[in-house]
């Protein structure tokens, strides 16, 4: 058997995880209609946070709490292939996401104009989802997004700092 590397190894599990999630929504979208697969979408990224972030703890040794998110939160925006920045202060930090890989998957597939209606349900659901894992809220900011033509996406998370 032929060893990959570490970023060979990356870049399959990462790109089989984002074709699995485009290849289900179309099937169901070609069956149910967009709204119906967007329905169900949310519903699975009202649970996959929950996995990832437990998973993430375990793998980084940490319990809840802020600080913990916020590590626990970049490595996982770091494995997904986002471009981003953090701010924080005591009780809250901002991610302030300058490259969107969902975001360039919609555009390759040519679909970006259902970006604004995905990213309002399923960017949502999702950094719901990991804030709670921590005991912190989650606050979607609304300057703008990538999806709806902006420069940057910007979420806020608020919790104790432990």
């Known amino acids: 058997m032929l060893e990959l590397s570490p970023e060979q190894t990356l870049d399959y599990f990462r790109r089989s995880y984002s074709s699995v999630d485009g290849l289900w929504f179309m099937k169901v979208e070609e069956e149910d209609g967009f ?12 649970v996959m946070p929950k996995i990832q972030a437990r998973a993430m703890k375990t793998f980084l040794g ?4 802020l600080d913990a998110l916020r ?7 770091s494995l997904d292939g986002f471009v981003y920045s953090v701010t924080a202060d005591e009780t809250s930090f901002t ?4 490259h969107c890989p969902w975001y360039d998957k919609l555009v390759k597939s040519k679909r970006e ?10 960017c949502k659901a999702e950094y719901a989802g990991w804030a709670a894992e921590f005991g912190c809220a989650f606050m979607f900011n609304r300057p703008g997004r990538i999806c709806s033509g902006c420069t940057d996406c910007e979420l806020k998370f608020q919790g104790k700092k432990s």
């Open 113 to 122: 104009h259902f970006g604004d209606k995905i990213a309002n349900r399923i």
């Open 95 to 98: 991610v302030r996401i300058s």
């Open 35 to 46: 709204d119906k697969a967007l329905e169900l979408d949310e519903k699975v990224w009202q």
């Open 71 to 77: 590590e626990c939160f970049e490595t996982k925006l």
């Open 62 to 65: 940490k319990k809840s709490g």
